[in-house]
């Protein structure tokens, strides 16, 4: 009888261990939605620089590389704080975003929420979104922008200036303006820092709306 036990209990582990080995064991499929930034900092203060030359310095509370979606970005959910510098590293600007992203291949950045510029000459740029192109060396918008100068205000739903913001267009736009000389004659809404055009159509820049559909966070 005991022989007959341990036999029967022979067959059933050999029965169990058939049974392991038939079944494959899987795991969930990973998608690229699944997978998380390559590197994380925090409480970031660090020097950036183009061509050799330091050209900005980045402030921020987090700072995310993710190199598996496409195009490769960096990501700053908690906010980003610049100052940009001359080519002396004088400070000439400040510029703040309550979020950012930059895709390194386009050279492109993408400033939304509270966007805010200001720099030496005393103009303020406020907007809920903003483009920084690299590559042209500009900044533009498509949404409501509002230009404030010691001079003027100017308000527009499209935004285009170099990078030290000194020769800028609002367009779509209205504004309040400050004369230097009370003559019925003169016409004090021109200057050559900036263009507001008074009854304009929205301008069509490929480059401006072409990042705008297809760059996205």
Request: neutral net charge; contains cysteine.
């Amino acid at each position: 009888m005991r022989l007959a036990g341990a036999g029967l209990w022979l067959v059933l582990l050999t029965l169990l261990s058939c049974a392991d080995e038939a079944k494959e064991h899987t795991a969930a499929a990973i998608h690229e939605r699944d997978s998380v930034s390559m590197m994380t900092s925090y409480g970031v203060n660090t020097l950036i620089s183009d061509s050799g030359v330091i050209k900005y310095r980045i402030v921020t509370e987090r700072w995310d590389v993710n190199v598996i979606r496409q195009p490769n970005r960096w990501e700053f959910m908690k906010g980003v704080f610049f100052e940009q510098f001359d080519e002396k590293f004088h400070v000439q600007a400040y510029i703040q975003a309550d979020t950012a992203w930059h895709y390194d291949k386009l050279k492109l950045w993408k400033l939304r929420g509270r966007v805010r510029i200001r720099n030496n000459n005393g103009l303020l740029y406020r907007s809920e979104e903003l483009y920084w192109d690299g590559l042209r060396h500009e900044f533009y918008s498509n949404v409501f922008s509002q230009v404030v100068t010691p001079e003027r205000t100017l308000q527009g739903t499209y935004f285009r200036s170099d990078e030290r913001m000194t020769h800028y267009t609002v367009s779509n736009s209205k504004g309040s303006f400050i004369p230097e000389k009370e003559d019925e004659g003169e016409d004090t809404s021109a200057t050559p820092a900036d263009t507001t055009l008074q009854q304009p159509q929205m301008p069509v820049r490929p480059a401006a709306q072409k990042h705008a559909k297809t760059v996205t966070e």
